[in-house]
């Protein structure tokens, strides 16, 4: 039995090897529908990866509190928060391990004669807790800084690179806007977000340094940063600041939110699950030109069966069994689509570590849908070329040798 496995499989190269022009354009499908299929569910897998990294970049275990019932233009005309809520909410909710007002504006940088236009935003040191940041060198806000407000600030990689290229800016002058202050401490570079934003394009000033000076409202927070303890839930933390905000705003049971709540990993779940949905989608279009690679083989078999049916007609006549001219023409069928398979393998990996490489996401390497799309291109040669074996195998002898 192996042996005659062995002379069919010979037997089927060399029927390959006689026309390779046509059994490269044969399995150019299969090439195609391998690679295309890879390609998608790599590319897929490493922008899921690449979103939910960048959104656990934001902060660990974060949750975002803004004013209006939904982030856009219901917001506008909602009342913002007050230094008291971010007092009221890291006293009240132990769940809360920081809480961080954040009031921002994209600003006009002056530094010597270098100037960039960064968002500017103005906190306090919970800010590097809820925001997972981490100080490349210098120190964060001292807290007489903070409480009085004084012109000191924290710069982004970005910023350091634009204003101050040649040197450590720690102790030199920024000017923000009108102002001018001194530059305490480097942010530890983080890279771009989930939005597509650089979030090493900042600057962060004290929270009343910033009301005073930047945005000229010494009451109003527009935004705060809450971090969770490790191992709490999100819905009754989430709950729970819900009602602190409701009760302290004085709203009646029946009266709607003006405020909302986001979770960054239920963001991150949901952009995942749509990536996901897509790259399923992508990969199933893939996959129909598999399909139509193994019509091309099927095709192409059969042509190859009538170009060949003397060389049958002989074998039969010298007492070749039909199931060994069967055989033989399978395997034929299964080796070209199989090294359309193999062809298409290589060819998704290098393609995707070009992608990956010019989108800046993770490669992940998946074996298992690497083999699984190999082992489906032979399977589409078995399908699609056993019609033409049959055909093969099922020749008169006679009738096969007058053929010409």
């Known amino acids: 039995m192996t042996q005659m496995l062995l002379n069919a499989l010979l037997l089927a190269l060399r029927a390959i090897r ?21 390609t998608m569910v790599t590319l897929g897998n490493g922008a899921t990866r690449m979103v939910s990294d960048q959104i656990s970049s934001l902060g660990s275990n974060l949750l975002i509190l803004r004013p ?18 971010v007092e009221a ?23 010597g004669n270098q100037n960039w236009q960064a968002l500017v935003s103005g906190t306090s040191n919970a800010y590097f807790i809820a925001g997972n940041w981490q100080i490349a060198s210098g120190r964060p806000f001292e807290d007489d800084e903070e409480s009085a407000g ?21 102790g030199d002058e920024l000017r923000v806007k009108n102002f001018t202050c001194e530059v305490v401490g480097v942010l530890q570079a983080k890279g771009q977000g989930a939005m597509g934003q650089d979030q090493d394009d900042t600057v962060l000033l004290p929270i009343r340094t910033a009301q005073r000076r930047l945005t000229g ?6 935004m705060l940063l809450l971090s969770m303890r490790d191992g709490v839930a999100a819905e009754p933390v989430m709950e729970q600041v819900r009602r602190l905000i409701r009760e302290r705003r004085k709203l009646p049971e029946n009266a709607d939110d003006d405020f909302h709540v986001m979770d960054t990993r239920q963001i991150a779940e949901t952009l995942s699950g749509t990536i996901r949905t897509l790259t399923g989608l992508l990969g199933a279009v893939a996959a129909v030109s598999l399909l139509v690679g193994g019509i091309g083989i099927m095709n192409i078999m059969l042509v190859s069966v009538t170009e060949r049916t003397r060389e049958i007609g002989i074998r039969l006549a010298i007492g070749a ?23 298409g393998v290589a060819l998704a990996l290098f393609v995707c570590l070009g992608l990956t490489a010019l989108m800046h996401m993770p490669f992940l390497f998946n074996p298992g849908i690497n083999l699984l799309a190999f082992v489906f291109s032979g399977a589409i040669g078995i399908v699609f070329g056993y019609m033409p074996a049959r055909r093969a195998a099922s020749l008169d002898p006679i009738a096969a040798l007058r053929f010409e």
């Open 217 to 222: 409202n010494v009451t109003d927070v527009p």
């Open 321 to 343: 069994l039909e199931h060994e001219v069967l055989l033989q023409f399978l395997i034929e069928a299964v080796a070209l689509s199989a090294l359309g398979g193999l062809i």
């Open 89 to 111: 909410l890291e006293t009240q909710i132990p769940a809360l391990k920081a809480v961080a007002p954040v009031v921002s504006s994209r600003v006009m940088l002056v530094a």
């Open 68 to 85: 209006g019932q939904r982030p856009g233009p219901d917001s506008v005309g909602a009342p913002n928060f007050k230094l008291g809520d």
């Open 18 to 38: 006689r026309n390779l022009m046509r059994s490269f354009l044969t399995v150019l499908g299969v090439v195609i529908g391998v690679a295309a299929v890879i």
């Open 150 to 170: 004084k012109a000191v600030c924290l710069i982004g990689e970005t910023v350091r690179r634009q204003l101050f290229p040649r040197g450590s800016p720690l």
